[in-house]
Structures are given as structure tokens and as C-alpha cells.
């Protein structure tokens, strides 16, 4: 008996609202440009879209600061907007999930200007205010942190933002330090106040009201914090605090009053972001066991190319290691929880670019684009991933946005852990803004984005890469995706197969099957993908490989017999049916 869910069937799109599509020419996409747009979603074939966020915000971070989570943001469009899209996406059949960001608001948002504004505020205990600290016996360096002159402090602990720099900022209103993992725009909210707790759960079901069908979860597993707040155990951590506030120690009594209150009885897709997660952590969040996700984003594989430095480092990482990585989730998670499957987003570098390879870039977005669809999971297309987009090619930092690059690098400058030669090479590799320039549609001067000027460039290669050409073209990446797309509709293997690897020591070939045996069906898929710009032998598992083997996908046009050893050809990727 399979244990169904839509979230499971899906094919989910992600959206990135300001480079999606621009309808009215001031440089940033907008909602009605998502509406334009339903149609080439609906001829893709995907069945849900993860929107990114697009509530009013003052763009700190492109939206994750929000400074109102009732209303969307001026340049995005109306409400009136948002709902056009939300029912053209349902007549559809295309189902709508929201960004959910409740670790921390904007510096604008109506509780933290009153928070901010005096101690005994009602609201001041929706965020972390503290005391600071004596300097003596801290060891912290009071010179690191802002204050103004007079005030000889440092802050009630040693924690780091993730976009570099101290987790807290001093405010001369009140004397006290807030707390903020990310920008110092964007504190965090404390989730110890129950009124606080009530006013989320109540925005949520207001979303839920008007009509949407869940929710992705930015950071979720950081929102409890550890008692006392206490400094980092392990001072040597790149963010230090990382061990504090990860995984805190109320974060599930949190979560399932959570899923109590709003998603109990709804078949509603929660889909949790959490960095830092071993499987036996990811167990606990999922399920009903758990605390009632659908499931999470974890990011083993998407640190495979750093070193222990994080992510302003580079190591070489190899095919083999990205296959052992997500195998382990794979298998992890094969009897309890659902994996979701990603190998890029708007935080991360195109795909292509960083696990493929541009001089195959055809073949290797391909190849991508078949472990995606034919591993256990839901599988999530990043805007612009269905064309093979790639990373673009920054000539210096002014050409960046982004808040967390800036000042990420500004901070490894300073402190030496990254060598000012080192910038650019490490920026073109690793900014977030590889994935956030400017959705290529054709071929016109700004790629059908904008007939403004785009607030991010448009890749110099929007000729040869982009929407118009690619649908046209039935040998294209596009076209590729919609034949996956169509093929996890048809096979129940592909959705609910086990998943058994093959060659598990081999360097460049992933090979494993997905396999279902009901009542009514034995289904079994051959997967085999070629991670290497080389040739490379295969040779077919006899065991599994009758004169039935038939070719159901394949990345090459395929003359060679299914059955017999054979050389496969640079990114090849074929799935056999073997049922
Ligand atoms: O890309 C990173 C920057 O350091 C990640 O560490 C990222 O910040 C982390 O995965 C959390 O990402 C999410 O929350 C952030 C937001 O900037 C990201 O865009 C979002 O996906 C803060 O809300």
C-alpha cells in the first residue's frame, strides 16, 4: 500500500518574484509578471509554486525582512494582484506555497519599532533585548562592536551573524542589544512569548483562509534559543553560536503546537530550511512522528565544495562525493520521511555551473535535470534551471546585491580568512546572485525581463540561452524537463520506488534503480548518469538486465543496444525500464 500525498506527486517551482518577470518596467519583477507567466508553468507541467517572498518589506535581504506580513510589497503589486495569480495558478491545477519567515522580522515591522522603543513596550519581549556585558574576562574585543562613545560594552554573548559580523547590535533607545542572526535589520523574534507565538499562528491562518496550500519555512530549526544564551562552545566555528541555536531546545514543542493550532486536518505542504541537520535530527521535524512537516531542505551536498572555513572557501569536490551525500539521505530516509530534492535555489549557485559543466552544458544540464526527477523525493526547479542557466560572469564587487556576499567577504577580509586576490574568483563561484539575475525569456536587449533597466544584469548568454529558443527547439533542456515532468506523472516507480544504489565505489558513474512492487505493479528503473566531460565504460548489471531492458530516458539520441556493454558519452544519462 503506497502512502500517498500530493506534496509527494508534486513537481514543485520556485519563483524568485523580483527576477521573474517584470510587467510594468521599473526594473523588478512583480506579480503580474508571475501572472503572465501561468501558462509557461502550466506548459512545463509543474504542479506547485514555491513564491519567494513578496511581502511589504524595506529589501534588506529582497524580502526576507518583513516589515508587514498581511500585505504585499508596493512594487510587487496589490493583494488584488496576488489573488488573480493564486486563482490562475488553481484553475491550473498548479498549487501555490508561501515563503513562511518567522525566525525574524524586519527593523520596520510595527512590534519591533515598538519593541525598540521602550523597555516596558508590550512588545518588548517579542524580540531578545539584553543587557550588555563587562569587557573584562569576556574575551571579547569591545572595538569589534558599534556603541557609542561612552558605553564600554560588549554584548550578553559571543554569537555571530550568518552574513558576518556580531549576532547583536547595541540601540541607544533603550540602552540594550537585540538579537539578530542575520542583518542587523532583521532581528530575530523570541518564540518564548506566547503572544508572539499566537500572532504567527493567526498570520498563518490568515494565509491559509485565503487560500493557499502551505508553506516553506525559512530557518526554522534556529527559532528556539538555548537558556541563558550562552556563549559558543566551539569559539573556532565559522558562525559562532551555530551549536547554540541550531536545533534549540524547544524548537519541536514549538513546531507541533504549531502543526496543531493551523495544519492538523489540512493536507497542507510544510517544507522546513534547515541548514545543519543529520538524519536522525531531520526525524523528529517530518512526519507523523515528528512534528507534522512534509518535509525538509536539507544542505549536506550543498557544502561538499568548501572547507571547514564555510562557505567564503573553495575545495575541488568530486561527482563520487555528491552521489555518497545524497544517497546518505537517500537511504536515511527511505522508511520514514521524505527527502526533498534541490541542487540549486535563489541562495546557491546555478546548478549547471557548479555540478555540471558549461562546455557540455546541454548534456549536463540534462544529466542534472534526470537525477532530480528519478531520485526518491519531491523535486524542486529553480527559475531559469529548466533552460540550463549558468552563473554570470561578475567582473568586480560593485556588480553584486547581495547583503550576505558583501558583507561576508568584507568581514573575511578583515579577518584574513580570505586574501583580497582570492575575492573575485570565490564571488563568480559563490554569490547567491548567480541565481537571482534576471530570468531569460528571449532574446531581446534585456532577455523579455523588463523594457526597463533590470535591477540585476541579464546574462551576457540570454542569446543562446532563453525561453523563446528553448521551446522551440524540441532537443532542448526545456523540453527535457516537460518529458520528466510528464514521466513522474505516469510512473508511480518514479515517485514511490525504493531506491537501491549501484557501483557504489564507482568515481564518476551513479548508477541505482527505483523499484515498486504492489499488488498491481512491479516496476523497475535503471538510472544510470555519466559525471564526467569524459567517456566513460559501462558495463549493465546482468543480473538485473533481461532482453526486456528498453531505453525510457536518454540525455543522447541512443542507436546502441540497451543490453550490451557500452561506452557512455560525456554527461550521458539514460534510464532503462526494466519492468
Ligand atoms: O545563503 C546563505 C547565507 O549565509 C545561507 O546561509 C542562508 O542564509 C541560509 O540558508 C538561510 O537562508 C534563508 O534565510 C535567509 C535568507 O537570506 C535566505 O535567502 C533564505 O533562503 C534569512 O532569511
Same mark, same amino acid.
Given at each position: 500500500?503506497?502512502?500517498?500525498?500530493?506534496?509527494?506527486?508534486?513537481?514543485?517551482?520556485?519563483?524568485? &518574484?523580483?527576477?521573474?518577470? +517584470?510587467?510594468?518596467?521599473?526594473?523588478?519583477?512583480?506579480?503580474?509578471?508571475?501572472?503572465?507567466?501561468?501558462?509557461? @508553468?502550466?506548459?512545463?507541467?509543474?504542479?506547485?509554486?514555491?513564491?519567494?517572498?513578496?511581502?511589504?518589506?524595506?529589501?534588506?535581504?529582497?524580502?526576507?525582512?518583513?516589515?508587514?506580513?498581511?500585505?504585499?510589497?508596493?512594487?510587487?503589486?496589490?493583494?488584488? $494582484?496576488?489573488?488573480?495569480?493564486? /486563482?490562475?495558478?488553481?484553475?491550473?491545477?498548479?498549487?501555490?506555497?508561501?515563503? @513562511?519567515?518567522?525566525?525574524?522580522?524586519?527593523?520596520?515591522?510595527?512590534?519591533?519599532?515598538?519593541?525598540?522603543?521602550?523597555?516596558?513596550?508590550?512588545?518588548?519581549?517579542?524580540?531578545?533585548?539584553?543587557?550588555?556585558?563587562?569587557?573584562?574576562?569576556?574575551?571579547?574585543?569591545?572595538?569589534?562592536?558599534?556603541?557609542?562613545?561612552?558605553? $564600554?560594552?560588549?554584548?550578553?554573548?559571543?554569537?555571530?551573524?550568518?552574513?558576518?559580523?556580531?549576532?547583536?547590535?547595541?540601540?541607544?533607545?533603550?540602552?540594550?542589544?537585540?538579537?539578530?542572526?542575520?542583518?542587523?535589520?532583521?532581528?530575530?523574534?523570541?518564540?518564548?512569548?506566547?503572544?508572539?507565538?499566537?500572532?504567527?499562528?493567526?498570520?498563518?491562518?490568515?494565509?491559509?483562509?485565503?487560500?493557499? $496550500?502551505?508553506?516553506?519555512?525559512?530557518?526554522?530549526?534556529?527559532?528556539?534559543?538555548?537558556?541563558?544564551?550562552?556563549?559558543?562552545?566551539?569559539?573556532?566555528?565559522?558562525?559562532?553560536?551555530?551549536?547554540?541555536?541550531?536545533?534549540? &531546545?524547544?524548537?519541536?514543542?514549538?513546531?507541533?503546537?504549531?502543526?496543531?493550532?493551523?495544519?492538523?486536518?489540512?493536507?497542507?505542504?510544510?517544507?522546513?530550511?534547515?541548514?545543519?541537520?543529520?538524519?536522525?535530527?531531520?526525524?523528529?521535524?517530518?512526519?507523523?512522528?515528528?512534528?507534522?512537516?512534509?518535509?525538509?531542505?536539507?544542505?549536506?551536498?550543498?557544502?561538499?565544495?568548501?572547507?571547514?572555513?564555510?562557505?567564503?572557501?573553495?575545495?575541488?569536490?568530486?561527482?563520487?562525493?555528491?552521489?555518497?551525500?545524497?544517497?546518505?539521505?537517500?537511504?536515511?530516509?527511505?522508511?520514514?520521511?521524505?527527502?526533498?530534492? =534541490?541542487?540549486?535555489?535563489?541562495?546557491?549557485?546555478?546548478?549547471?555551473?557548479?555540478?555540471?559543466?558549461?562546455?557540455?552544458?546541454?548534456?549536463?544540464?540534462?544529466?542534472?535535470?534526470?537525477?532530480?526527477?528519478?531520485?526518491?523525493?519531491?523535486?524542486?526547479?529553480?527559475?531559469?534551471?529548466?533552460?540550463?542557466?549558468?552563473?554570470?560572469?561578475? /567582473?568586480?564587487? +560593485?556588480?553584486?546585491?547581495?547583503? !550576505?556576499?558583501?558583507?561576508?567577504?568584507?568581514?573575511?577580509?578583515?579577518?584574513?580568512?580570505?586574501?583580497?586576490? $582570492?575575492?573575485?574568483?570565490?564571488?563568480?563561484?559563490?554569490?547567491?546572485?548567480?541565481?537571482?539575475? &534576471?530570468? #531569460?525569456?528571449?532574446?531581446?536587449?534585456?532577455?523579455?525581463?523588463?523594457?526597463?533597466?533590470?535591477?540585476?544584469?541579464?546574462?551576457?548568454?540570454?542569446? !543562446?540561452?532563453?525561453?523563446?529558443?528553448? #521551446?522551440?527547439?524540441?532537443?532542448?533542456?526545456?523540453?527535457?524537463?516537460? !518529458?520528466?515532468?510528464?514521466?513522474?506523472?505516469?510512473?508511480?516507480?518514479?515517485?514511490?520506488? %525504493?531506491?537501491?544504489?549501484?557501483?557504489? +565505489?564507482?568515481?564518476?558513474?551513479?548508477?541505482?534503480?527505483?523499484? @515498486?512492487?504492489?499488488?498491481?505493479?512491479?516496476?523497475?528503473?535503471?538510472?544510470?548518469?555519466? =559525471?564526467?566531460?569524459?567517456?566513460?565504460?559501462?558495463?549493465?548489471?546482468? /543480473?538485473?538486465?533481461?532482453?526486456?531492458?528498453?531505453?525510457?530516458?536518454?540525455?543522447?539520441?541512443?542507436?546502441?543496444?540497451?543490453?550490451?556493454?557500452?561506452?557512455?558519452?560525456?554527461?550521458?544519462?539514460?534510464?532503462? %525500464?526494466?519492468?
Amino acid at each position: 500500500d503506497i502512502d500517498r500525498a500530493w506534496w509527494k506527486e508534486a513537481v514543485v517551482y520556485q519563483i524568485y &518574484p523580483r527576477s521573474f518577470n +517584470d510587467s510594468d518596467g521599473d526594473g523588478l519583477g512583480d506579480i503580474p509578471g508571475i501572472v503572465e507567466k501561468v501558462d509557461y @508553468l502550466d506548459d512545463l507541467g509543474v504542479d506547485c509554486v514555491w513564491l519567494n517572498p513578496v511581502y511589504e518589506s524595506p529589501g534588506v535581504d529582497n524580502g526576507y525582512d518583513i516589515s508587514d506580513y498581511r500585505a504585499i510589497m508596493d512594487e510587487f503589486g496589490t493583494m488584488a $494582484d496576488w489573488e488573480e495569480l493564486r /486563482d490562475a495558478l488553481h484553475e491550473r491545477d498548479i498549487r501555490l506555497i508561501m515563503d @513562511l519567515v518567522v525566525n525574524h522580522t524586519s527593523d520596520e515591522h510595527a512590534w519591533f519599532v515598538d519593541s525598540r522603543s521602550a523597555k516596558d513596550s508590550e512588545y518588548r519581549d517579542y524580540y531578545w533585548w539584553r543587557e550588555g556585558r563587562d569587557p573584562e574576562g569576556t574575551g571579547l574585543d569591545p572595538d569589534e562592536y558599534e556603541t557609542p562613545a561612552g558605553v $564600554d560594552e560588549v554584548p550578553p554573548n559571543n554569537w555571530e551573524s550568518f552574513f558576518g559580523g556580531p549576532a547583536w547590535t547595541y540601540d541607544d533607545r533603550t540602552g540594550e542589544w537585540y538579537l539578530h542572526l542575520f542583518d542587523e535589520r532583521m532581528p530575530d523574534v523570541n518564540w518564548e512569548t506566547k503572544a508572539l507565538r499566537e500572532e504567527l499562528f493567526e498570520m498563518m491562518q490568515w494565509w491559509f483562509d485565503n487560500g493557499i $496550500d502551505g508553506f516553506r519555512m525559512d530557518v526554522i530549526n534556529l527559532i528556539s534559543k538555548p537558556d541563558g544564551l550562552p556563549d559558543a562552545d566551539a569559539p573556532d566555528e565559522i558562525v559562532k553560536g551555530v551549536d547554540q541555536f541550531t536545533n534549540g &531546545p524547544r524548537v519541536h514543542e514549538y513546531l507541533s503546537e504549531l502543526h496543531d493550532r493551523v495544519l492538523d486536518g489540512t493536507d497542507a505542504m510544510t517544507v522546513g530550511e534547515m541548514a545543519e541537520l543529520s538524519i536522525e535530527e531531520a526525524k523528529r521535524y517530518v512526519g507523523e512522528d515528528g512534528d507534522g512537516m512534509s518535509m525538509v531542505f536539507t544542505f549536506d551536498h550543498m557544502r561538499l565544495d568548501m572547507t571547514d572555513a564555510g562557505r567564503w572557501s573553495f575545495r575541488e569536490s568530486s561527482p563520487r562525493e555528491l552521489k555518497e551525500s545524497m544517497t546518505h539521505w537517500q537511504e536515511g530516509l527511505a522508511d520514514e520521511g521524505w527527502n526533498s530534492l =534541490f541542487l540549486n535555489n535563489h541562495d546557491e549557485p546555478r546548478q549547471v555551473s557548479r555540478f555540471g559543466d558549461e562546455e557540455y552544458r546541454r548534456e549536463s544540464a540534462k544529466l542534472l535535470a534526470t537525477l532530480l526527477h528519478t531520485l526518491r523525493g519531491t523535486p524542486y526547479i529553480y527559475q531559469g534551471e529548466e533552460l540550463g542557466m549558468t552563473n554570470y560572469p561578475f /567582473d568586480s564587487l +560593485d556588480e553584486v546585491h547581495d547583503v !550576505d556576499t558583501i558583507k561576508n567577504v568584507r568581514t573575511a577580509l578583515r579577518t584574513g580568512r580570505l586574501e583580497e586576490d $582570492d575575492v573575485m574568483d570565490l564571488v563568480r563561484y559563490r554569490t547567491r546572485d548567480n541565481a537571482r539575475t &534576471p530570468m #531569460q525569456w528571449d532574446d531581446s536587449e534585456h532577455a523579455g525581463f523588463t523594457d526597463g533597466d533590470p535591477w540585476m544584469p541579464v546574462n551576457p548568454n540570454k542569446d !543562446d540561452i532563453n525561453a523563446a529558443e528553448a #521551446q522551440n527547439d524540441p532537443d532542448s533542456v526545456w523540453h527535457y524537463y516537460r !518529458d520528466l515532468i510528464s514521466l513522474r506523472k505516469e510512473r508511480d516507480v518514479l515517485v514511490y520506488g %525504493d531506491y537501491d544504489l549501484r557501483l557504489r +565505489d564507482h568515481e564518476s558513474l551513479w548508477v541505482y534503480t527505483r523499484t @515498486l512492487e504492489t499488488p498491481d505493479a512491479d516496476e523497475t528503473l535503471l538510472v544510470v548518469l555519466n =559525471f564526467d566531460g569524459d567517456e566513460t565504460r559501462f558495463e549493465p548489471p546482468t /543480473d538485473l538486465m533481461g532482453e526486456s531492458a528498453e531505453i525510457l530516458v536518454s540525455n543522447y539520441d541512443v542507436a546502441v543496444d540497451a543490453v550490451e556493454p557500452t561506452t557512455l558519452r560525456p554527461w550521458e544519462a539514460r534510464v532503462y %525500464d526494466l519492468s
